[in-house]
């Protein structure tokens, strides 16, 4: 006996009620039947959904503040933050006349997240000085391929305030607006 939970094994021989195994097969069908009057674990998602923590970190989205403009200075910092070396990113300066577009004088012209390598930690959104990432109530859909995986500026950047208040709003969630 190596520890002390060890059970020995039973080697009585089988009664006859036990050899006709229908004793043991009714108390498995018995089973069976209680589960069917218990609350179900499962549901027929994607007709249905749970409801997600309040605190539960999801698909990140690439924000703008309230006149629609980006956020996002490319500083790297949520790059650096990340454990998983998820993130990348290329930065750019703005030009005269963009400053609709861009918030602050250097923006990210590319910005890419690998689904597959993230944790959702949520490192990037505390990482970031001006609130230009944060992780949603959402979460990335299935896909077949790595390539679906990776998500890219268009995919994160959340709709725009002003041209698609609709969608923008539905986007943000609980998170409160702040820029
Ligand atoms: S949630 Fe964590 S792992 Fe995912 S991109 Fe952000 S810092 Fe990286
Ligand atoms: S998301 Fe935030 S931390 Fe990351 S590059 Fe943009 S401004 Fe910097």
């Known amino acids: 006996?190596?520890?002390?939970?060890?059970?020995?094994?039973?080697?009585?021989?089988?009664?006859?009620?036990?050899?006709?195994?229908?004793?043991?097969?009714?108390?498995?069908?018995?089973?069976?039947?209680?589960?069917?009057?218990?609350?179900?674990?499962?549901?027929?998602?994607?007709?249905?959904?749970?409801?997600?923590?309040?605190?539960?970190?999801?698909?990140?989205?690439?924000?703008?503040?309230?006149?629609g403009r980006e956020n996002c200075t490319a500083c790297g910092l949520c790059a650096v933050a990340c454990?998983?070396?998820?993130?990348?990113?290329?930065g750019a300066e703005r030009l005269p006349g963009e400053e609709h577009l861009y918030r602050e004088e250097k923006y990210a012209a590319k910005y890419?997240?690998?689904?597959?390598?993230?944790?959702?930690?949520?490192?990037?959104?505390e990482a970031c000085p001006?609130?230009?990432?944060?992780?949603?109530?959402?979460?990335?859909p299935a896909n077949y391929g790595r390539k679906g995986f990776i998500y890219k500026k268009d995919d994160l950047l959340i709709p725009h305030p002003i041209e698609n208040k609709e969608a923008y709003e539905a986007a943000l969630g609980d998170k409160p607006a702040k820029n």
């Open 83 to 90: 454990p998983a070396e998820a993130i990348t990113m290329e």
């Open 112 to 125: 890419e997240i690998n689904m597959l390598r993230c944790i959702f930690c949520g490192l990037c959104e």
């Open 1 to 67: 006996m190596l520890t002390q939970r060890a059970k020995e094994v039973d080697r009585k021989p089988m009664t006859f009620l036990e050899s006709i195994y229908l004793w043991n097969i009714m108390k498995g069908m018995g089973i069976t039947i209680s589960h069917l009057f218990k609350k179900k674990a499962t549901i027929n998602y994607p007709e249905q959904t749970r409801t997600f923590s309040k605190v539960f970190r999801g698909l990140h989205v690439l924000n703008r503040d309230e006149e």
């Open 130 to 140: 001006k609130d230009a990432i944060y992780l949603s109530q959402t979460f990335a």
